[in-house]
């Protein structure tokens, strides 16, 4: 079936570097991808998302960059602090077309080092 | 509320035994859905609810596992005959529409002995 996956299961970065998350999708009839942080203990935190008709869009410390020809997203955090620690996981609509169900990686986590 | 709220946040329970999870959304959030986590894995999908109707219930991994929603609000997740298998969070999640961001809550840790 369809399927999200993650390039690399931990990423160790120190305080102050950026750090890039990547993910691999199959489905290519998705047209939303969301990436979620998820803290210890904690449920999935929303962090940015993006729609198929873009390649790149920018919040606070965060940009997410879609590659719709060789299905790929990533999620690149500047200057990144201890707080930013968590696992990351990316997530896609599968062929719904819509929100309504979403496909999740199996995560990322980031370990900023200080 | 605030947020999405769960409970319990943890439950022990015997092999055999029925349990209800319980997900009170955002107010005014018309989407529901409900997730598993298992332990070092991403979430998978269970069943999501417009309003009180459930379209998708693909994601329910048999039937002893149902879910209800009364009053466009709180939902219930309920498993029957609980097995070792089901352990694992049980994550809860709304948002505006079906096409909105959805904002989980805390989720309630299922423990099955």
């Known amino acids: 079936g369809e399927s999200v996956g993650l390039h690399l299961p931990t990423l160790s970065v120190q305080e102050g570097d950026n750090s890039i998350i990547n993910c691999a999708y199959s489905?290519?009839?998705?047209?939303?991808f969301i990436w979620y942080k998820q803290e210890s203990g904690k449920g999935p935190q929303f962090i940015i998302d993006?729609?198929?008709?873009?390649d790149k869009r920018q919040g606070q410390r965060v940009t997410v960059l879609l590659n719709k020809t060789v299905k790929h997203l990533s999620l690149q955090i500047a200057a990144t602090q201890p707080g930013d620690s968590a696992v990351y996981f990316c997530?896609?609509?599968?062929?719904?077309?819509?929100?309504?169900?979403?496909?999740f990686g199996t995560g990322t986590r980031l370990q900023v080092t200080l | 509320g605030a947020g999405v709220s769960q409970s319990p946040s943890n439950k022990v329970t015997e092999k055999g035994k029925d349990v209800e999870l319980r997900c009170d959304p955002i107010?005014?959030?018309?989407?529901l859905y409900w997730y598993r986590q298992r332990l070092g894995q991403g979430l998978e999908f269970l069943i999501y609810?417009?309003?009180?109707?459930?379209?998708?219930k693909s994601g329910l991994p048999s039937d002893r596992f149902s879910a209800e929603r009364t009053g466009e609000s709180v939902s219930t997740l309920t498993i029957q005959r609980t097995q070792q298998e089901d352990s694992a969070v049980y994550l809860c999640?709304?948002?505006?529409?079906?096409?909105?961001?959805?904002?989980f809550g805390p989720g309630t840790r299922l423990t099955v002995l």
């Open positions: 993006i729609r198929s008709n873009m």
């Open positions: 609810f417009q309003g009180n109707s459930a379209p998708d």
């Open positions: 489905n290519s009839a998705s047209d939303y």
């Open positions: 999640a709304s948002s505006h529409q079906t096409t909105d961001t959805q904002y």
């Open positions: 997530a896609e609509t599968g062929d719904t077309g819509t929100a309504s169900k979403l496909t």
């Open positions: 107010s005014g959030h018309t989407a």
